[in-house]
């Protein structure tokens, strides 16, 4: 079955890294949508970064310059490269995938399969 499964998060201080991975088994991965997607408390989750089949892009604008969405198809993994940490980027962040191609690609209902998420903490 469809596993995602994410690594990476942890509590850092404001303006530094961190590079989240997110693992995929049980679906062909080069031909699926993928995103980050993060939730803070409180909050709805938050579309950051996608990207498709052909490995084309897409940011939202709070994360633009910052935040860096690649894929390894030959190690069926996700990367979320994370840098410049601010504090309101706490929050869990989980990866999605879609069979298919997406209209927008940061709209949650785009995607029917999640991981767990993993935590992100920035301390001022």
């Known amino acids: 079955q469809v596993q995602l499964v994410e690594s990476g998060g942890g509590s850092v201080q404001a303006g530094g890294s961190l590079r989240l991975s997110c693992a995929a088994s049980?679906?062909?991965?080069?031909?699926?949508?993928l995103a980050w997607f993060r939730q803070a408390a409180g909050k709805e989750r938050e579309g950051v970064a996608a990207?498709?089949?052909?490995?084309?892009?897409t940011y939202a604008d709070s994360v633009k310059g910052r935040f860096t969405i690649s894929k390894d198809n030959a190690k069926e993994t996700l990367y979320l490269q994370i840098n410049s940490l601010k504090p309101e980027d706490t929050a869990m962040y989980f990866c999605s995938a879609y069979p298919g191609d997406v209209v927008n690609g940061l709209e949650a209902w785009e995607y029917n399969y999640w991981g767990q998420g993993t935590q992100v903490t920035v301390s001022s």
């Open positions: 049980g679906f062909t991965f080069s031909t699926y949508s």
């Open positions: 990207i498709n089949e052909l490995g084309e892009t």
